[in-house]
T-cell receptor, first 116, second 114 residues
Framework: DTAVSQTPKYLVTQMGNDKSIKCEQNLGHDTMYWYKQDSKKFLKIMFSYNNKELIINETVPNRFSPKSPDKAHLNLHINSLELGDSAVYFC???????????????FGPGTRLTVL | AQSVTQLGSHVSVSEGALVLLRCNYSSSVPPYLFWYVQYPNQGLQLLLKYTTGATLVKGINGFEAEFKKSETSFHLTKPSAHMSDAAEYFC????????????FGGGTRVLVKP
């Protein structure tokens, strides 16, 4: 069974469109994340949710809006897509953010977004 | 604030030779350190991590890394490269105070020559 899944795997769309990427985890984790990997392979966190509450928002344009309907899902909606949004978007989840130990993040397979 | 620098965006090694990937970090609080591997068109897989305790950590696929606080380094090594080690490798840092978020280095692509 897939631990962290994302849909779709590939997304090709025109500039100006609105699109969503979905993420689901079946690990029972409390925290979910979105990361962006650009064309140079640089990875950077975008958002983090803990129990459906936003806890990290890293200087991301307002066109990006994460939504967490429950703690097993974290979707990413992007309005008015731009060429620079082309990237691979990775979802991840972890047990939580508190406690004495680091909670390992498990990554999904990624969604390759291409904006034409 | 935290940051990670990986020296060398590309590393080429011969099969059977030592793999050494360099990672230096900056963190204002005690760091947690990680190495992830990304195979072509796939997600990230955790190779190993350092949180506390023993500074030499062993991971999957024969990789190991040593946390050196005095050098702010966490270099990744494997004694003998295998063709299947060809991938992109990412060093990352995190901290409890940072909300568990991972800050990644720029990545190092490993090419293994027969």
């Amino acid at each position: 069974d897939t631990a962290v899944s994302q849909t779709p795997k590939y997304l090709v769309t025109q500039m100006g469109n609105d699109k969503s990427i979905k993420c689901e985890q079946n690990l029972g984790h409390d925290t979910m994340y979105w990361y962006k990997q650009d064309s140079k392979k640089f990875l950077k966190i975008m958002f983090s949710y803990n129990n459906k509450e936003l806890i990290i928002n890293e200087t991301v344009p307002n066109r990006f809006s994460p939504k967490s309907p429950d703690k097993a899902h974290l979707n990413l909606h992007i309005n008015s897509l731009e060429l620079g949004d082309s990237a691979v978007y990775f979802c991840a989840s972890s047990q939580g953010t508190s406690g004495l130990d680091y909670n390992e993040q498990f990554f999904g397979p990624g969604t390759r977004l291409t904006v034409l | 604030a935290q940051s990670v620098t990986q020296l060398g965006s590309h590393v080429s090694v011969s099969e059977g030779a030592l793999v050494l990937l360099r990672c230096n970090y900056s963190s204002s609080v005690p760091p947690y350190l990680f190495w992830y591997v990304q195979y072509p068109n796939q997600g990230l897989q955790l190779l190993l991590k350092y949180t506390t305790g023993a500074t030499l950590v062993k991971g999957i696929n024969g990789f190991e890394a040593e946390f050196k606080k005095s050098e702010t380094s966490f270099h990744l090594t494997k004694p003998s490269a295998h063709m299947s080690d060809a991938a992109e490798y990412f060093c990352a840092v995190s901290a409890r105070a940072a909300g568990n978020k991972l800050t990644f280095g720029g990545g190092t692509r490993v090419l293994v020559k027969p």
